[in-house]
C-alpha cells in the first residue's frame, strides 16, 4: 500500500501540514491501496508564496531557456511512462488499450507547447503602437480525476512557455498518478517554485487557489457546478479565468449515413474513457425512419464493446473511478426507467463475473425525448440516449437542446451537407465522420455553460498572457 504525505512546493517533496487522510482504492477489485494526505489552507499558501517569489525571475527567462524545459519536461515523462500506464490502470481502472495513447499524449503537449513557443509573436506592430504580450503572473490550475496527467500537462505546459508560475491542485482520489507525474517534473530540472503541486480538497486548497490575491489566473476544468462556484469567487480579485466544463454531446446521424459504419463510431465516442469524459457524444440523434435499423445495428455492435479489468487488451470499458461514481451512474439508471425511456441493452448493476468493482452494464436507452434528464444531464458513464428526428432541422433543434456545447458529432454521406449541419451545432469542435480526431493546433473549449476561453495550440499561450500597448512615438 501506498502511502502519500508530501506535497511539491519550491522544487521539493515536503511533508504536509494538512492532516486529513484520504484512503484510495482500485476501482476494479474495491482494495485499498493507498492514502494521501490532504493539504489544508497553509499547504496552498506556502504553495502560491513559492510560485510567487519565483515569478519575478522566471518572467525574464529567454524563449529558448523555456523551450530546453519543455523538452526536458517530455523526456522526463517519456522515461516513466510504463510506470505512468501501470498506476493508471491500478488506481483509475483505464483500459490497457487506452492508457499508453493517453500517457504519450500528455507528454506530447510539451512538444507541441514548444512548437508554438518557437514561433510566437511575443511583440507585434498595431498602427503607431508596440504590442507587447506580458505574462500574467501565479496560475492557479485545479484538475479533475479522469485523464489525471494530461490535465496537469495541458495546464503546466503553456505556464512554462509563457513565463508564468502555477500551483496545481489535481483530484485527490488521483493521488497516485499524480505522486508519478509529480517525480517526472521534479526530474526535469525546473526552477524552484515554477511548478507546485497540492494534493487537497476543493474546499479547502481549491477555496485558497482562488481566492487567493496572488493568483492571476485560475484555470479549471471539472463540472459545470463548480465552475460556476469559481468564477463567482474570483470577482474579488478578478482573476482572470479559462474553465473547461462539462458536456451532453450529440452524434447526429443524417438520414444518408452508412448505419453499420456509423454506430460502431457512436459507441466509441459514447464509451470513451469508460464514459468518463467531457467530449463523449452520450446522446445519438437519428431519423425517425431508420430507429429500427438503428437498434438492430446497436445491438450486433455492443457485444464488441467488452467491459473488464483494464489490463484486459480486448476490453474497450473499465470500471467507474469510485463507488461513489458507479452509484452516481446506477442513479441516472434508474431515472431514465422511470421516466418511461425504455432499456435497449445494459441496465442496473454490474456485469456478471465483475462484481467486487464498481464496473457498470454499458447502457443504451431508447425512447429518450430531450425534456428526460438522461438527456439533459452529464451522466459521466457509459450510458447512451438515443432519440429521433424528423427533419435535419428538428436534428440541429435537438442537439442544441442542452445547457452545454461542448463536442459535436456529425455523421453523413454528403459532406457539404454534414459540414452545413456541423456549422449549426453549438460547440466548440464538431467532428464530422469521425469517432476521434484531434488536431493539436485548433482551439478546444466549450460553448454556453460548457465553459469559458480555448486552450490548444497558440489558444493556450494567448490565454496565459495579456497585451500591453506601447508608444512612443
Known amino acids: 500500500m501506498k502511502i502519500i504525505n508530501q506535497h511539491f512546493i519550491n522544487g521539493k517533496f515536503v511533508p504536509s501540514h494538512g492532516t486529513e487522510i484520504q484512503e484510495l482504492y482500485n476501482p476494479s477489485t474495491g482494495e485499498k491501496i493507498g492514502e494521501v494526505s490532504l493539504g489544508d489552507q497553509t499547504d496552498a499558501r506556502n504553495a502560491i508564496n513559492a510560485a510567487a517569489a519565483a515569478y519575478k525571475k522566471f518572467s525574464q527567462t529567454s524563449i529558448d531557456e523555456r523551450c530546453a524545459m519543455l523538452q526536458r519536461l517530455y523526456d522526463s515523462i517519456m522515461r516513466k511512462k510504463d510506470l505512468l500506464n501501470i498506476i493508471a490502470m491500478k488506481e483509475y481502472g483505464s483500459p490497457a488499450g487506452a492508457t499508453n495513447g493517453r500517457t504519450e499524449f500528455s507528454a506530447q503537449i510539451f512538444l507541441e507547447m514548444k512548437e508554438e513557443l518557437q514561433h510566437y509573436p511575443f511583440e507585434y506592430k498595431e498602427g503607431k503602437a508596440t504590442v507587447v504580450m506580458t505574462s500574467l503572473g501565479v496560475i492557479g490550475a485545479i484538475t479533475p480525476w479522469n485523464a489525471d496527467y494530461t490535465h496537469i500537462a495541458s495546464k503546466i505546459a503553456p505556464a512554462i512557455a509563457t513565463g508564468n508560475t502555477i500551483v496545481v491542485k489535481p483530484s485527490a482520489i488521483s493521488a497516485l498518478q499524480t505522486q508519478v507525474f509529480t517525480e517526472c517534473l521534479a526530474d526535469a530540472e525546473i526552477p524552484d517554485g515554477v511548478i507546485n ?38 470577482a474579488n480579485s478578478m482573476a482572470r479565468m479559462t474553465l473547461e466544463l462539462g458536456g451532453k454531446s450529440p452524434i447526429v446521424i443524417l438520414e444518408d449515413a452508412d448505419l453499420d459504419d456509423v454506430i460502431s463510431k457512436a459507441l466509441i465516442i459514447a464509451f470513451s474513457n469508460s464514459g468518463q469524459a467531457c467530449h463523449a457524444g452520450t446522446r445519438l440523434i437519428v431519423p425517425e425512419s431508420k430507429l429500427d435499423n438503428v437498434k438492430f445495428t446497436l445491438l450486433n455492435a455492443l457485444p464488441h464493446f467488452k467491459v473488464g479489468l483494464p489490463t484486459d487488451p480486448d476490453i474497450q470499458i473499465g470500471p467507474m473511478v469510485s463507488e461513489k461514481q458507479y452509484q452516481r451512474v446506477q442513479q441516472y439508471i434508474k431515472i431514465g426507467m422511470e421516466e418511461g425511456a425504455h432499456i435497449l441493452s445494459g441496465g442496473l448493476g454490474k456485469p456478471k463475473g465483475l462484481e467486487n468493482g464498481y464496473f457498470v452494464r454499458p447502457t443504451v436507452f431508447t425512447n429518450v425525448t430531450s425534456d428526460m434528464t438522461i438527456a439533459q444531464e452529464e451522466i459521466f458513464g457509459p450510458v447512451l440516449s438515443v432519440l429521433t428526428y424528423a427533419n435535419q432541422s428538428e436534428a440541429v433543434k435537438i442537439a442544441n437542446d442542452t445547457i452545454y456545447g461542448l463536442s459535436g458529432y456529425v455523421f453523413g454521406k454528403n459532406i457539404a451537407n454534414a459540414r452545413k449541419v456541423a456549422n449549426q451545432i453549438r460547440s466548440g469542435r464538431v467532428l464530422i465522420n469521425k469517432a476521434y480526431s484531434d488536431e493539436p493546433k485548433a482551439p478546444f473549449g466549450g460553448m454556453k455553460q460548457s465553459g469559458v476561453g480555448r486552450t490548444s495550440g497558440h489558444y493556450s499561450i494567448d490565454d496565459y498572457l495579456e497585451s500591453k500597448a506601447i508608444l512612443d512615438k
Open 197 to 234: 503541486i497540492i494534493n487537497g480538497r476543493g474546499a479547502t486548497v481549491g477555496t485558497e487557489i482562488v481566492t487567493n490575491p496572488k493568483i492571476s489566473k485560475v484555470n479549471f476544468t471539472g463540472s459545470t457546478t463548480v465552475g460556476k462556484m469559481i468564477w463567482k469567487e474570483t
